[in-house]
Each structure stands twice: as C-alpha cells, then as structure tokens.
C-alpha cells in the first residue's frame, strides 16, 4: 500500500476505532503505548506530521501492526526484521487476533 492523503486518512480512521473498540480513552492509549496524549490525537486526525517511530509505538500498542515493503535493495534478515517491526505478511494496519 502507498501512502497517500488517502491512505493516511484511513490509517487515522483505522487508529482511532481501535482504540475506542478497546475502550480506551487517549490518556489509556498513550499510558499503554508510550507516547503523548497530544501525540494521538495527532495520529488520529493527521498521521502524515507524526514520527514514523512514534506511529511504531502507537500500532504496536494498540496490538495492530505495521508494514514497510518495496525496498530496492536487499535486505538482510535481521533487517527486514526492523523493517516490518517483526510482523512478516502484514497489512498496512491490522488486529493481531
């Protein structure tokens, strides 16, 4: 998936119902995720201004998980490991069930 205004849209969609289908409020969700309060409600409405690091925190807080693919170069295991945040196959965002 490339990310475009769209795709940034629906990631914020897709942050935002996790957390309420959690029941948590902002103040939970970046307790248990690590960041700000300020910072997902940011993530929430724009992503496309967030730190990528900080996105990592969030989806992996919230137990969904991350892609990145279409590296040019090859890459080593212990690489792809970092860059796929350890979830192999994984869509863009996705529940862990």
């Known amino acids: ?5 769209t795709t940034l849209a629906q990631l914020a969609t897709a942050l935002a119902a996790e957390r309420k289908r ?3 409020s902002r103040e939970d969700a970046a307790a248990v ?3 700000s309060t300020s910072f997902i409600r940011d993530a929430e409405s724009n ?29 080593t295991e212990a ?14 965002v996705r529940r862990h069930d």
Do not use: H, W, Y
């Open 33 to 35: 995720c690590g960041v």
């Open 79 to 92: 690489r792809q490991a970092k860059a796929d945040f350890g979830v192999a196959d994984a869509q863009l």
């Open 47 to 75: 992503p496309a201004n967030c730190s990528l690091g900080k996105l990592a925190k969030l989806v992996g807080g919230l137990g969904l998980s991350l892609e990145v693919s279409g590296f040019a170069a090859p890459i």
């Open 22 to 24: 959690q029941k948590l």
């Open 1 to 5: 998936m490339q990310l475009t205004d």
